[in-house]
């Protein structure tokens, strides 16, 4: 009886899901142990199904599986980036870009963003957390990539910002009053009471985590990068609130007063921080709030600066947050306040986000703890590490390789050239006819 409903079964299912998809082998001269921060030689790492299920050079080879051979390489856990905005990204006229998105639908937008999510992947990015899109776009973008409707990295969405009336997170800053209505609308509250229904309503719209501007910020155009822009009150009905519901929030701070409150309320990140100062950085370090300091970002500004993009009111505020944020990280680094690994891309191009590991060294991060910013301790942060973050058996296969070793030369982490997300390989540039073992 059970055999006949098994036939039965498999007449009507197609051949690919009657048969399992046949185990891969993957073997580099090295494998990034992102726990001990340590290398493993060789690398070897079994996938089966979309799951890791062995690793080390003794595990034993499936019969029927397919060998990849990888070379000269390192095996490290795909990357995570714990500060993306992908769904959009700088043209050379911010005046401009405003336009084109009030102009454009949202189903234009989202189309838009595609080449950013896969961009971001064949970069060796298989997760992002993004902190801040408008119109639950990164929503529905983490939506289709689940789905396999399209091409990106895993998702985690913050939805839009929270903040205050005419703060960072405000769309409608500097522009006429009523004319931006729409863009003031969708993270702006005033008061504990009104922002904790902020968080409710971005959660049962999609929220995976609540993203809180607590200052000012270098983009915006007219407010200070470092005031705080929210009571302790409101921030701590806002972490109150998300935390109920499970979710972590993340805060943009660039000045150390608007910081402090943060970490007062419990925030689970620190983003930017610029002019983080000692008492802010000890009670990070006392409360295990994770600090990620996305260096590329003001690197991106730079960029607009020297090409003259940037308006009148962003330049002494860029110059401010560039003297002061090398100093504040080196301190961080140095008091062992735990640092993630987060970009800021979209603020510059997507892709680019592997750049953030040799600025990371040279402020004074180990290599090994640069890698383990963006695997291990990234994956703490977002709340995966049960299912990402190490080359684990029972964890999901995601796997990227690098040529070399990027504990000798930390760029080569800007060549990846080997992505694996959930057991499927998106790009392999080394790829050779598949030797099947008997
Ligand atoms: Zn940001």
């Given at each position: 009886m059970r055999t006949?409903?098994?036939?039965?079964?498999?007449?009507?299912?197609?051949?690919?899901?009657?048969?399992p998809?046949?185990?891969v082998?993957?073997?580099?001269?090295?494998l990034f142990?992102?726990?001990?921060?340590?290398?493993?030689?060789?690398?070897?790492?079994?996938v089966?199904?979309?799951k890791?299920?062995?690793?080390?050079?003794?595990?034993?080879?499936?019969a029927?599986?397919?060998?990849?051979?990888?070379?000269?390489?390192?095996?490290?856990?795909g990357f995570?980036?714990a500060?993306?905005h992908?769904t959009g990204?700088?043209?050379e006229?911010?005046?401009?870009?405003?336009?084109d998105?009030?102009?454009r639908t949202?189903?234009?937008?989202?189309?838009?963003?595609?080449?950013?999510?896969?961009t971001t992947?064949m970069?060796g990015?298989?997760?992002v957390?993004?902190?801040g899109?408008?119109?639950?776009?990164?929503?529905g973008?983490?939506?289709?990539?689940?789905?396999?409707?399209?091409?990106?990295?895993?998702?985690?969405?913050?939805t839009?910002?929270?903040?205050?009336?005419g703060?960072?997170c405000?769309?409608?800053?500097?522009?006429r009053?009523?004319?931006?209505a729409?863009?003031?609308?969708?993270g702006?509250?005033?008061?504990p009471e009104?922002l904790?229904?902020k968080?409710?309503?971005?959660?049962?719209?999609?929220?995976?985590?609540?993203?809180?501007c607590?200052?000012?910020?270098?983009?915006s155009r007219n407010d200070?990068?470092?005031?705080?822009q929210?009571?302790?009150a409101?921030l701590?009905?806002?972490?109150?609130?998300a935390h109920?519901r499970?979710?972590?929030?993340?805060?943009?701070?660039?000045g150390?007063e608007?910081?402090?409150?943060?970490?007062?309320?419990?925030?689970?990140s620190?983003e930017?921080?610029s002019f983080l100062?000692?008492?802010?950085?000890?009670?990070?370090?006392?409360?295990g709030?994770?600090?990620?300091?996305?260096?590329?970002?003001?690197?991106?500004?730079?960029?607009?600066?020297?090409?003259?993009l940037?308006?009148?009111?962003?330049i002494?505020k860029?110059?401010?947050?560039?003297?002061s944020?090398?100093?504040?990280?080196?301190?961080?680094?140095?008091?062992?306040?735990?640092?993630?690994?987060?970009?800021?891309?979209?603020?510059f191009?997507?892709?680019?986000?592997?750049?953030?590991?040799?600025?990371l060294?040279e402020?004074?991060?180990?290599?090994?703890?640069a890698?383990?910013?963006?695997?291990?301790?990234a994956?703490e942060?977002l709340?995966?590490?049960?299912?990402?973050g190490?080359?684990?058996a029972?964890?999901?296969a995601?796997v990227?390789?690098?040529?070399?070793d990027?504990?000798?030369?930390?760029?080569?982490?800007?060549?990846?050239?080997?992505?694996m997300?959930?057991g499927?390989?998106?790009r392999n540039?080394?790829?050779?006819?598949?030797?099947v073992?008997?």
């Open positions: 006949a409903l098994l036939l039965a079964l498999l007449c009507v299912l197609p051949a690919s899901a009657a048969e998809p046949k185990p082998v993957l073997k580099a001269a090295r142990d992102a726990k001990s921060g340590k290398l493993i030689t060789p690398g070897v790492v079994i089966t199904e979309g890791i299920t062995a690793v080390g050079s003794r595990a034993p080879v499936p029927g599986a397919e060998v990849i051979e990888l070379g000269d390489a390192t095996l490290l856990p995570m980036d500060h993306t992908i990204q700088p043209g006229d911010w005046r401009q870009d405003v336009l998105r009030l102009q949202v189903a234009e937008r989202t189309v838009e963003a595609l080449p950013y999510a896969r992947l970069a990015f298989t997760t957390r993004n902190l899109g408008e119109d639950f776009i990164d929503v973008l983490r939506n289709g990539i689940r789905r396999g409707r399209a091409v990106g990295p895993r998702i985690v969405a913050a839009s910002g929270l903040g205050t009336t703060g960072h405000d769309g409608g800053n500097s522009w009053k009523g004319l931006l729409q863009e003031s609308g969708q702006v509250a005033d008061g009104a904790r229904a968080v409710r309503e971005h959660i049962k719209y999609g929220a995976d985590l609540i993203k809180v607590a200052t000012g910020g270098v983009l200070d990068v470092d005031s705080p929210l009571t302790q409101e701590d009905a806002i972490v109150d609130e109920a499970k979710r972590k929030v993340a805060a943009h701070a660039h150390a608007g910081a402090r409150r943060a970490i007062r309320a419990g925030v689970d620190i930017h921080g100062d000692d008492e802010a950085l000890e009670l990070m370090k006392r409360k709030t994770f600090y990620v300091p996305t260096m590329i970002a003001l690197r991106g500004v730079r960029e607009r600066y020297e090409k003259g940037l308006s009148p009111e962003q002494p860029f110059k401010a947050a560039e003297a944020a090398r100093q504040a990280v080196r301190k961080a680094i140095s008091r062992g306040v735990r640092i993630a690994f987060g970009t800021d891309a979209g603020v191009a997507h892709g680019r986000n592997a750049e953030e590991f040799a600025l060294v402020a004074g991060l180990a290599p090994a703890e890698l383990r910013s963006a695997t291990s301790v994956a942060l709340g995966l590490a049960n299912q990402l190490t080359l684990e029972g964890k999901l995601d990227v390789a690098v040529p070399g990027p504990l000798q030369d930390i760029r080569r982490t800007q060549q990846v050239f080997f992505v997300k959930e499927v390989i998106y540039d080394r790829a050779a006819p598949p030797v073992t008997r």
